[in-house]
């Protein structure tokens, strides 16, 4: 059996299975969810596996309980299991009896005693795509109490680009990861093609005569799909063109803006990439 510890979440199926407990409990009302997780299970292994199901139905109560939406039925079926000694065989055989018997009283203990509020299920994945596929973006360079990234310029000259404008295209939206017990959860992450020029003013953009510029060996990134960072750059949409042929189907190379460190910062990226002499 995949397990290191006598916990209720020490073992694989448990930590296999927190991503959709989470995807459940966001998406559906509880009492569904607890109908889709189990129908998701079933497919996987059933009760005459006890072991797993113990890792699978006692993980979940924990979940639930912690959160503050665990329903007397399935509090009822645990406490039925923890009493009735169900898949305890195996831990006996291993010889971890004791452990596991004290953790199974705490756990009772545990769900027998009042919850907390129902929490918010926060997931941190990026679900929505806001921009279509080809739209040309410009956003403002930030460059103020950053440090330039290289030797290719001076810090005078790289804070002198600060809120000066770059364009970049929307190419295709892909997604990192799916839920497989709800696909509608699912975190998108964008690839983006960099565009050459740096301007004072959206004025000054010329959609027509935009070349493509190489950004890590390529003219494309990704980023996750979030218009947060965007936003704080005063992104506007400035029209639509032809979407590129060699688009890479494999990874793409993250820029990431969200990290303002001694070692790594994307505006450095961004600029070295477009005053990069050919």
Known sequence: MGVWSASITGNDTAQDLILDYKAAFFYFDVDTAVQKIDQYVRRLFDESDE??????????????WKKGILTDQVKNKALEMIDSDFGMECWIEAGYEKERRKVLAKFRTQITSPQCEPKKIKLGYHMEDYFE????IAF?????????IGNEIN?????SYNDKYVVI???????????????EVCDKWVVYSLLGGIYDSIDDIATEKLKRVK?????????????FHFKKRDYQIIGKGKLPKNIPEGYVSGLNFEINMPHYNADSVLIKALTKKN
């Open 51 to 64: 072991q797993e199901w113990c890792d699978y139905f006692y993980s979940m109560t924990d979940f639930m």
């Open 133 to 136: 596929d080809g739209v040309y």
């Open 140 to 148: 403002k360079l930030k460059t103020l109490n950053k440090p330039f």
């Open 155 to 159: 810090q005078k000259e790289f804070e």
């Open 169 to 183: 295209q929307k190419v295709i939206t892909r997604n990192a990861y799916v839920s497989p017990l709800v696909p």
């Open 215 to 227: 950004i890590y060996g390529s003219s494309f990134f990704s980023t996750p799909s979030s218009l």
